[in-house]
């Protein structure tokens, strides 16, 4: 909880202000679920990587604080002033997702059914607007252009709720929000910041790289998941020859999956890609 850099025209001039007379008490303290989600994750990083319980209990305290902000409907309210009437994307999808985070190492029905709230708050409420190829999740409760970093959360959101139930509902709207993705992504690989719509003109660039590392870590964790089946095996192959697929499952590659799976989660635990019995041997 602090000050933040704002919108308009505090983010355009008022803080420059503020920052040379930092001695004057400005009492614009606000809190937003997007620092308290990322709070939660690194926590829990923390947690895992010292087994300091300060870090666990850290990161349940704040699980249960914006799990008592949450609104009967679902939703958080936005911090801003500017905004106060408005119910951003951004801010439900990280509350949500720093719920799933704590449920998924400390499962709490009140976890998850926080997050499952917000998920059907967003799509029934919030919604989602139609593209040439896929669709768009909408930046607010009021429409305005279709801002791609928020579809890209949405995606990664929706695939953790899946991840965590295993009920194939959640994953109704990913390919259409895929499909909405790689359909304005640049040659360089970078996406617009606002893609145009009724309510919004085109805006190539906004607090560019900051955008791109958001979609980048969110492309690379939706990636890691969306490769999993629901009874949690993995298809083999796709791409053979430019168009074959393999989709079969096969126990010698599940179990090499399985393993390297485990890599990691020794690795972020003490560093050890290989656990305890260092590496395998033979072919």
């Known amino acids: 909880m602090g000050p933040d850099y704002g919108v308009r025209f505090n983010f355009r001039a008022w803080r420059f202000w503020k920052s ?10 606000c809190f937003f679920m997007q620092a308290q989600g990322y709070g939660i994750l690194v926590n829990w990083d923390l947690y895992e990587r ?56 400390a499962p709490r029905e009140e976890f998850l059914d926080g997050a499952i709230r917000w998920h059907d708050f967003l799509v029934s409420r919030i919604g989602f607007q139609t593209h040439n190829r896929g669709k768009a999740v909408n930046y607010f409760d009021k429409p305005r252009g279709k801002v791609p970093n928020n579809s890209m959360l949405a995606v990664w959101l929706f695939l953790r709720l899946w991840n965590e139930t295993g009920h194939e509902r959640f994953l109704e709207h990913v390919d259409g929000l895929f499909e909405f993705l790689a359909s304005v992504q640049r040659p360089s690989g970078e996406f617009p910041y606002v893609v145009e719509s009724p309510y919004e003109r ?82």
């Open 50 to 105: 010292t087994a300091e319980a300060r870090y666990r209990e850290i990161a349940l305290a704040t699980t249960e604080a914006i799990l008592r902000l949450q609104t009967c409907e679902g939703f958080w309210a936005y911090p801003l002033p500017e905004r106060r009437h408005l119910i951003a994307t951004v801010e439900g999808s990280w509350g949500a997702l720093g719920l799933l985070a704590s449920h998924a190492r």
């Open 202 to 283: 085109e805006r190539e660039h906004y607090l560019c790289f900051q955008y791109n590392s958001f979609q980048f870590l969110e492309l690379a964790w939706s990636a890691a998941l969306e490769r999993q089946r629901a009874d949690g095996s993995f298809w083999y192959s796709t791409g053979d020859h430019r168009f074959l697929n393999d989709h079969r499952s096969y126990p010698r590659a599940q179990v090499m999956t399985l393993f390297h799976l485990l890599c990691e989660c020794n690795e972020a635990v003490d560093g050890n890609p290989l656990g305890e019995g260092g590496p395998p041997s033979g072919g």
């Open 20 to 29: 040379a007379l930092n001695f004057i008490p400005w009492r614009d303290d």
